[in-house]
């Protein structure tokens, strides 16, 4: 009986012992299965949807975006291995975004500048025609500007009671000259300082009278360019008749800007083209540079001398010249495109693209610009030859790295990301409500028409755009280099297709009116300010956009 017992007893613990172990093996792996799988709030990444053209809605579930109602696109996480600083893109993003990349090289700097000019007399040239003695004008031989005048050519008729006078003790010397010499040479000594000629002297002496109504004769050869008398007149010694100009030689004088200062010595040469001589080219070298700025127009001018004796060129006469500044005294250097380049008014930077095994991001890099040239910066310190970075979209780039709350040209620390542009959604990750009523209210902020938005870009940086009339390139020209010779002002773009300038400017030193009035000055008309006509109407046929 106690031999049935225990091997009963032995038996249940080999059954028990079957039982859990067949109990672990199909039982206890799917209980780890099921705990791996089993979700929980740790684990789940719930998908964001937002919208391609407003990347500050963020959803939990697909829809339209409640500002333009376009197909919400999903959000995209960030790949594992990217710099946290850096913003990742997709390849449909980039091109959405329009942007284009470029890698940075080295290349001979030059620039090409457009100058506009007019043809002026030669001051050298110029001559005042002033009398010689006091009396009353009788006769004015030449009564009208323009005339040409040959030197000793007569050009008025005085009565001088002194001169007379003068004449008078010639002739009675003359009659005892053996006895009197010395008062017929004093005699005629005060007549050679009146100007008096020895043909006339001996005019005197032989008619034997005096000559009350007297001819002057000109000094000098050229054109009348001033009349300063009228017949009838009483003149002192010294009065101005005219102003005569001669115009076998001619300056035509430039306009420099600020701007263009490093890139034009005396020497260069420019090639030119005159509006009233279509077809015609010529070139000429800068002879002389003004050394002090205009503080009115903030210019300053250059000359070259022109040689004009077949009479082609007149004064007034408008200039558009071309100078080619190949900067020869700097070696090659690294340039890059203006449009890859962000301002900040007080930092530039730019877009570094960077390849991974997760994708394509791109990494905000602070740059120090060098001069302008005509399409590029050369570029002082901040890149090196072989990087890459975005030369077309720069702006979009910015925009979503600051969204996602990383350094950006705004905001250079990074951090949580501020639109300034919110339409009544909520920024946090699982908004899905949006407040209408608030879209239209701001959108009316953002009317077009007003064709004008402020943005504080940095402490007292500010960024204006606003409209500015005109028609072609040299309009442009002009238009960005009035603005930039404001004491203030750090950028100028003028897109001649809406005609709206886009200025950054420092509002601690200047202000929007101050721009508006240089532009103006320039000779175009601004949404607040408009151009004196007088200035207007000196601009280049092309150039004129009133109707």
Known sequence: ?????????????????????????????????????????????????????????????????????????????????????AISMSSTA?????????????????????????????ERLTYSQSSHISGRVDRLIVSFTGAY?????????????????????LLKAYVNLEDQRALFESAKS?????????????????????????????????YITEIKIKQGDYVQKGTPFFEISNLSNVWIVFELYESDLSFVKIGDKINYEIQALPGE???GKISFIDPIINPETRVLKARIDVNNYSMKLKPEMFVLGTLK???????????????????????????????????????????????????????????????????????????????????SMMNPKGGKPNTGHNHGGDNH????????????????DHNMESMSETVQT????????????????MCKDRIENAAMSVNGVHSANWEQETKTLHVEFDDGLTNLTQIHKSIAKAGHDTKIVKAETAIYESLPDCCKYRE
């Open 1 to 85: 009986m106690k031999i049935k017992i225990k091997y009963a007893i032995i038996f249940v613990l080999i059954f028990l012992s079957i039982g859990i172990l067949m109990g672990k093996i199909f039982f206890g792996n799917n209980n780890n299965k099921n705990d791996s799988e089993t979700p929980t709030a740790e684990t789940v990444s719930e998908q964001i949807w937002t919208c391609s053209m407003h990347p500050q809605i963020r959803q939990t579930e697909p829809g339209d975006c409640p500002i333009c109602n376009m197909e919400l696109i999903p959000l995209e996480t960030e790949a594992e291995g990217i710099d946290p600083d």
């Open 149 to 169: 005048v040959s030197k000793n050519q007569i050009i008025a008729y005085i009565y001088s009671p002194e001169l007379v006078t003068a004449q008078e003790e």
């Open 94 to 122: 980039m091109e959405l975004a329009n942007v284009q990349t470029s890698i940075v090289g080295l290349s001979a700097p030059s620039k090409d500048l457009t100058l506009n000019g007019k043809v002026v007399k030669d």
């Open 458 to 473: 940095e402490n007292s940086i500010k960024h204006e755009m606003f409209f500015v009339d005109g028609l072609c390139g």
């Open 281 to 283: 080219t010529f070139e």
């Open 325 to 407: 500044s190949d900067l020869t005294n700097i070696s090659d250097q690294i340039t890059i495109p203006k449009s890859s380049v962000l301002w900040t008014g007080k930092r530039s930077i730019v877009y570094v693209k960077h390849l991974n095994s997760s994708g394509v991001s791109f990494k905000m890099r602070e740059v120090v610009l060098g001069a302008p040239l005509n399409d590029s910066y050369i570029i002082e310190a901040g890149l090196e030859i072989g990087e890459e970075i975005a030369i077309s979209g720069a702006f979009s780039i910015d925009a979503a790295a600051q969204l996602a709350g990383k350094p």
């Open 190 to 222: 005060k007549l050679y300082n009146w100007k008096v000629t020895d043909e006339q002297i001996n005019s005197i002496l032989e008619s034997g009278e005096a000559i009350e109504s007297f001819p002057i004769l000109s000094d000098f050869s050229g």
């Open 429 to 444: 990750v699982g908004s899905s409500q949006v407040n209408e009523e608030k879209i239209d209210i701001e959108h009316k």
